[in-house]
Every structure is written in structure tokens, then in C-alpha cells.
């Protein structure tokens, strides 16, 4: 059974950077897509940015482009997501997911909030 966890979240101020990990077990990590999703309070979960298993290929939310980086490090098994210039509309709880088909797992979590 394959399990994510996610780490380095916390408070940061405007224009701040933060880089979140996503350690992932029981699965074999390179055939899985990634992904990292966040909400924010009353609002539905929505993709920030994904790295696909295959190639170099990575894709971004309008409203991260130019700010966050996703990579992954298949040789240790986690991926990465790097986000400068932060703001407070930025402060949600962000999930890791990996997906392969049809099989999807998630992370529990880590809260980033965005505040001076």
C-alpha cells in the first residue's frame, strides 16, 4: 500500500519562500505521476502544479507560473515543490498525490499560510 507524506510547511511572510517535500513508500515512484494540490478555507482543492512520470514534463496553475517549481528525485523516492514570491492568497493546506491509471494516493497534508 503505497503512502505519501508531505513536509515543510508553516508561516511565512509576503515575497517569502518555502519548499515542501512529498516522501513517498510502497510504491515504485518513477512510474507515478505527481502532483501538488492545495485548498484554502471554503474552497474546493484545485491542482497547483504536476510532474509527469515520463520526460521533463511539468505543468503549472495560472496563478503559480513563474513562482513555484515542482521536480521529483526518483532516487529517493520524493518530489519537491519550491514556491517563491509567496502571497497571502497562497495560504492553503497542500496535498501531495501520486497517480498511475487509475490508482490515486494522497498525502495528509501540510498547512502554508502566507502572513505578515
Given at each position: 500500500q503505497g503512502q505519501l507524506v508531505e513536509s515543510g510547511?508553516?508561516?511565512?511572510?509576503?515575497?517569502?519562500?518555502?519548499?515542501?517535500s512529498c516522501a513517498a513508500s510502497g510504491i515504485i515512484f518513477r512510474l507515478y505521476s505527481m502532483g501538488w494540490y492545495r485548498q484554502a478555507p471554503g474552497k474546493q482543492r484545485e491542482l497547483v502544479a504536476a510532474a509527469m512520470a515520463k520526460g521533463d514534463t511539468t505543468n503549472y496553475a495560472d496563478s503559480v507560473k513563474g513562482r513555484f517549481t515542482i521536480s521529483r528525485d526518483n532516487a529517493k523516492n520524493t518530489a519537491y515543490l519550491q514556491m517563491n514570491s509567496l502571497k497571502p492568497e497562497d495560504t492553503a493546506v497542500y496535498y501531495c498525490n501520486a497517480w498511475l491509471h487509475s490508482t490515486n494516493y494522497w498525502g495528509q497534508?501540510?498547512?502554508?499560510?502566507v502572513s505578515s
Open positions: 510547511g508553516g508561516l511565512v511572510q509576503p515575497g517569502g519562500s518555502l519548499r515542501l497534508g501540510t498547512q502554508v499560510t
